[in-house]
C-alpha cells in the first residue's frame, strides 16, 4: 500500500470500529500472507483480521469490507460453509462497505 493510502485505511479502521462494535474486540492487521488476500480468526478473546500486505488501497478495502463483515454476521455460527455468504453476511457487507465508502469520499 503507498503511504498515501495508509492514513486513510487508518481512518477507515477505526470508522468501522467505531459504528460497528462488534461483540468482542476485532484487530486489523496487515501481513505477508502465503495464499491469500484476507483472513479472519476469532477466537474467546476476539478477531483478528488479516489483510495481505500485497494488495494495493481499493483491494484491501474490498477484503476488509468482507471480513469485518463475517465478524459482524453470528447468523454465521448456525450455517454451514457454503452459505457463510448468505443474505444476512450481505446485509452486513452493504452496510459496511458504504460506511467505509464515507470515510473515504470526504472532502476534508
Ligand atoms: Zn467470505
Redesign the pocket.
Known sequence: MRDIDKKKWRRVISALKREFPAQRPVKVRTSRLKNAEASTVTGPTGSTIYISSALNFSAAFDALA??Y??VLDSHERFADHDS??GET?GVWYSRVYRAMLRVVEDKQ
Open positions: 468482507h471480513e463483515s463475517h457463510q455468504h453476511w
